[in-house]
């Protein structure tokens, strides 16, 4: 893993989500749910799916409710609970992870 390449990826995507949050807008699909690691979206025929975005799809308040009453379950067949969050919420959680990613990742290039 070249570390100056993941910083600077890093640094982009924070830049992003930050751009993403920076304006507060009403919007009709607001939510965001994530099962485990992962966060739900549709196919391009809305059948319902987990993946790993980094702009994860956005729900209205009657398809999360639709999407909670499905079960999900991991590779060991233990059901996950989805979690909602706002679109604000979801982004400010993953800012945060970056940033102490980024001072772990910092800290390493001066150990070098």
């Given at each position: 893993m070249?570390?100056k390449?993941?910083i600077?990826?890093l640094?982009e995507?924070m830049k992003s ?28 025929t809305g059948v319902?799916?987990?993946?790993n975005?980094?702009?994860?799809m ?7 409710n ?9 590779c060991?067949d233990?059901v996950?609970?989805p ?11 993953q800012?945060?992870?970056i940033?102490?990613?980024?001072e772990?990742?910092r800290?390493?290039m001066?150990?070098?």
């Amino acid at each position: 893993m070249n570390i100056k390449n993941t910083i600077k990826e890093l640094e982009e995507r924070m830049k992003s989500y930050i751009s993403e949050i920076a304006y507060p807008c009403l919007e009709n699909t607001p939510y965001i749910v994530e099962v485990g690691a992962l966060t739900v979206g549709t196919t391009d025929t809305g059948v319902v799916i987990v993946e790993n975005r980094n702009f994860p799809m956005q729900f209205s308040k009657s398809a999360v409710n639709s999407i909670l009453s499905m079960t999900f379950r991991n590779c060991n067949d233990v059901v996950v609970t989805p979690v909602v969050y706002r679109k604000n919420q979801w982004y400010s959680k993953q800012i945060e992870s970056i940033t102490r990613v980024l001072e772990v990742f910092r800290q390493k290039m001066e150990e070098l």
